[in-house]
């Protein structure tokens, strides 16, 4: 099937002609023309296959033949958790609205805010914003969304998982009459939150899943390497630095801290690297996510700030020097490589205090997980069992085996391991209470 069949204006086909993509993929073929009835969507498809332009092209599909509920409101909104993801989205929207008269802005954090009134001023049809920002100039009268035909949530579960519940609420409503379309996607949406904060902004959606998460990623090569200490991780981490053909290479620490020190600790062995986390000034944000794109670095070391949605073709390595603490970040993280059908590596460090995380993401990839071991680096931690699982393998023993005469040395010290303090992150999640942005200097007023 190609993109004509799609019955798109002739604009937009011309737009992807020029992108260079000859026929839509999975989620494309089944959320555009789902999209384009005006019914709610609600989608997920793995990482890297094109979800963007499955709801810019219905979008922009819309607002090319609707005439606008209103001459000043915008006419769509895209939110998106993080300043990086939303800029990308609109350099998409960008190219696929060459050839047409709209106007698009960014409303983001950390940028300044009378810049911002002056854009919405000129009454945008298009706006991508991060929810903070946009809720504040909607808060202050700046702008209203009373004629929002589209509000489209890419990666609608992170900006749950962040803490913005109200702010998307509060934009809901809005923008709440019976001509308003939603649609919500992203890799990771079979959480109970999601779910329930769909009732609340889609009416009667269009349920499209492609594939699942737990249908393994085949263009991502996925090992797990057992590790004892940080030291240890160190070293394996400069090991497969040394022998791993590398383009490109995203790794990922818990906390800023951890990304600031690795950066500088690669820095001491001669290793050039970039570190981003959200406490940087957003203009040093944007130099070190433009270098990095442009391929003038090879290794960025940074949080889950970077886990979501960013499009870098030629990141081939990733690397979980720490577990992320919510197994579905693991999902999105790896999908920063083996996009759009090339190949990828992710190789994930668990050390003791990753365990926990390991155990989750276990559990949720339902894959048997083989550990790969490098010569002369085999570490000698082996697990951690947990309680439960301990007195189950009690009875299951005969038949898988379980090695009873050597305890892994780390049960012994247990009681010392306190999850709950590493892997906190760069965004620590709260799934419970999403009531607050839990990493403000992310998100937080800087201007
Ligand atoms: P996702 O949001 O699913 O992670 P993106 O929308 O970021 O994926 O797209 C991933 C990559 O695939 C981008 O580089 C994009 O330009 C490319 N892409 C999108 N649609 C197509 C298509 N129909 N054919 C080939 N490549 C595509
Ligand atoms: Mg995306």
């Given at each position: 099937?190609?993109?004509?069949?799609?019955?798109?204006?002739?604009?937009l086909?011309?737009?992807?002609e020029?992108?260079?993509?000859?026929?839509?993929?999975?989620?494309?073929?089944?959320?555009?023309?789902a999209?384009?009835?005006g019914?709610d969507?609600?989608?997920?498809?793995?990482t890297?296959?094109?979800k963007?332009?499955?709801?810019?092209l219905?979008?922009?599909?819309r607002?090319?033949k609707?005439?606008a509920?209103?001459?000043?409101?915008?006419?769509?909104?895209?939110?998106t958790?993080?300043?990086?993801?939303?800029?990308?989205?609109l350099a998409?929207?960008?190219?696929?609205s060459?050839g047409?008269?709209?106007?698009?802005?960014l409303?983001?954090g950390?940028?300044?805010?009378?810049?911002?009134?002056?854009?919405?001023?000129?009454?945008?049809?298009f706006?991508?914003?991060?929810?903070g920002?946009?809720?504040?100039?909607?808060?202050?009268?700046l702008?209203?969304l009373?004629?929002?035909?589209?509000?489209?949530?890419?990666?609608?579960?992170?900006?749950?998982?962040?803490?913005?519940?109200p702010q998307?609420?509060?934009?809901?409503e809005?923008?709440?009459?019976?001509?308003?379309?939603t649609l919500?996607?992203?890799?990771t949406?079979?959480?109970?939150?999601?779910?329930?904060?769909a009732?609340?902004?889609?009416?009667?959606p269009?349920?499209?899943a492609?594939?699942?998460?737990?249908?393994?990623?085949?263009?991502?090569?996925?090992?797990?390497?057992?590790?004892?200490?940080?030291?240890?991780?160190?070293?394996l981490?400069?090991?497969?630095?040394?022998?791993?053909?590398i383009?490109q290479i995203i790794?990922?620490?818990?906390?800023?801290?951890?990304t600031?020190?690795?950066?500088s600790?690669?820095?001491a062995?001669?290793?050039?690297?970039?570190?981003?986390s959200?406490?940087?000034k957003?203009?040093?944000?944007?130099?070190?996510?433009?270098?990095?794109a442009k391929g003038?670095?090879?290794i960025?070391?940074t949080?889950?700030l970077?886990?979501r949605?960013?499009?870098?073709?030629?990141?081939?390595?990733?690397?979980?020097f720490?577990l992320?603490?919510?197994?579905e970040e693991y999902i999105?993280?790896i999908?920063?490589?083996?996009?759009?059908g090339t190949k990828?590596?992710?190789?994930?460090?668990?050390?003791?205090?990753?365990?926990?995380?390991?155990?989750?993401?276990?559990?949720?990839?339902?894959?048997?997980?083989?550990?790969s071991?490098?010569?002369g680096?085999?570490a000698?931690?082996?697990?951690?069992k947990?309680?439960k699982?301990?007195?189950?393998?009690?009875?299951d023993n005969?038949?898988?085996?379980?090695?009873?005469k050597?305890?892994?040395?780390?049960?012994?010290?247990?009681?010392?391991?306190?999850?709950?303090d590493?892997?906190?992150?760069?965004?620590?999640?709260?799934?419970?209470?999403?009531?607050?942005?839990i990493?403000?200097?992310?998100?937080?007023?800087?201007?």
């Amino acid at each position: 099937m190609a993109f004509t069949q799609f019955n798109l204006d002739s604009r937009l086909v011309r737009a992807i002609e020029h992108m260079g993509f000859e026929k839509p993929t999975d989620i494309q073929h089944q959320a555009i023309p789902a999209a384009m009835t005006g019914q709610d969507v609600i989608a997920s498809s793995k990482t890297g296959s094109g979800k963007t332009l499955a709801f810019l092209l219905p979008a922009m599909q819309r607002l090319i033949k609707n005439r606008a509920l209103s001459k000043k409101d915008p006419r769509v909104l895209i939110l998106t958790p993080t300043r990086e993801l939303a800029k990308q989205v609109l350099a998409h929207l960008k190219a696929i609205s060459a050839g047409t008269q709209f106007k698009c802005t960014l409303i983001l954090g950390g940028e300044n805010f009378n810049d911002q009134v002056k854009a919405l001023d000129k009454n945008p049809e298009f706006i991508v914003a991060t929810p903070g920002r946009l809720a504040d100039h909607l808060s202050k009268g700046l702008f209203y969304l009373n004629g929002l035909e589209l509000l489209i949530l890419d990666e609608a579960d992170r900006m749950l998982d962040l803490g913005f519940a109200p702010q998307l609420k509060q934009i809901n409503e809005a923008a709440d009459h019976r001509k308003r379309q939603t649609l919500m996607f992203s890799a990771t949406l079979d959480h109970g939150q999601v779910e329930e904060f769909a009732k609340d902004l889609l009416k009667k959606p269009k349920r499209i899943a492609i594939g699942s998460i737990t249908s393994e990623h085949v263009d991502i090569k996925q090992r797990f390497v057992l590790c004892d200490h940080l030291d240890h991780k160190q070293q394996l981490l400069e090991h497969f630095l040394q022998t791993e053909t590398i383009q490109q290479i995203i790794i990922f620490t818990a906390t800023r801290a951890d990304t600031e020190r690795l950066a500088s600790e690669l820095s001491a062995k001669g290793i050039t690297s970039v570190a981003l986390s959200g406490e940087l000034k957003q203009s040093e944000r944007n130099r070190i996510m433009e270098s990095f794109a442009k391929g003038q670095q090879k290794i960025l070391v940074t949080t889950d700030l970077a886990s979501r949605g960013l499009d870098l073709i030629n990141v081939s390595h990733v690397i979980n020097f720490d577990l992320p603490k919510h197994a579905e970040e693991y999902i999105h993280r790896i999908g920063r490589t083996g996009r759009a059908g090339t190949k990828g590596d992710a190789i994930s460090f668990i050390g003791p205090k990753d365990w926990a995380s390991y155990l989750n993401i276990k559990a949720l990839l339902q894959q048997e997980i083989e550990f790969s071991q490098v010569d002369g680096m085999v570490a000698k931690f082996s697990g951690v069992k947990p309680k439960k699982a301990a007195k189950a393998n009690v009875a299951d023993n005969k038949t898988k085996q379980v090695q009873k005469k050597k305890k892994p040395a780390a049960v012994k010290t247990k009681k010392k391991i306190i999850f709950s303090d590493i892997n906190t992150g760069d965004m620590p999640v709260m799934r419970k209470k999403p009531v607050k942005v839990i990493d403000e200097s992310d998100f937080k007023e800087q201007d």
